[in-house]
């Protein structure tokens, strides 16, 4: 059974940073694109960002672009999401999801995922 693990949430004041981390076993992680999305309290879940399977290739939301930073370790089978410049308003629970393979246009999809974590949760104080 495939399995995604996040980690690395916690509480931070506002232009902290952290780096979020979501290992997957039990799939071939390189053949999988890899996205996170994010919930925030009464609010629908909600695309941040992806890296393709196959050449690296980044997708981000424009609230997180220039802050956020997506990345992989095929070796490693994680895929990260480093945070800087937090804000009050990125609190949420962060969920990593996994695609098979798929094209670039269809990552902000929730439904084209096939896996999805348990999730980590942020909570940025002002």
């Known amino acids: 059974q495939v399995q995604l693990v996040e980690s690395g949430g916690g509480l931070v004041q506002a232009g902290g940073s952290l780096r979020l981390s979501c290992a997957a076993s039990?799939?071939?992680?390189?053949?999988?694109?890899m996205g996170w999305f994010r919930q925030a309290p009464g609010k629908e879940r909600e695309f941040v960002s992806a890296?393709?399977?196959?050449?690296?290739?980044?997708s981000y939301a424009d609230s997180v672009k220039g802050r956020f930073t997506i990345s992989r370790d095929n070796a490693e089978n994680t895929v990260y999401l480093q945070i800087n410049s937090l804000k009050p308003e990125d609190t949420a629970v962060y969920y990593c999801?996994?695609?098979?393979?798929?094209?670039?246009?269809?990552?902000?999809?929730?439904?084209?995922?096939?896996?999805w974590g348990q999730g980590t949760q942020v909570t940025v104080s002002s």
């Open positions: 999801a996994a695609k098979y393979r798929g094209l670039i246009a269809t990552f902000a999809t929730m439904k084209v995922y096939d896996y």
């Open positions: 039990r799939l071939t992680f390189s053949s999988y694109t």
């Open positions: 890296i393709k399977w196959s050449d690296g290739r980044t």
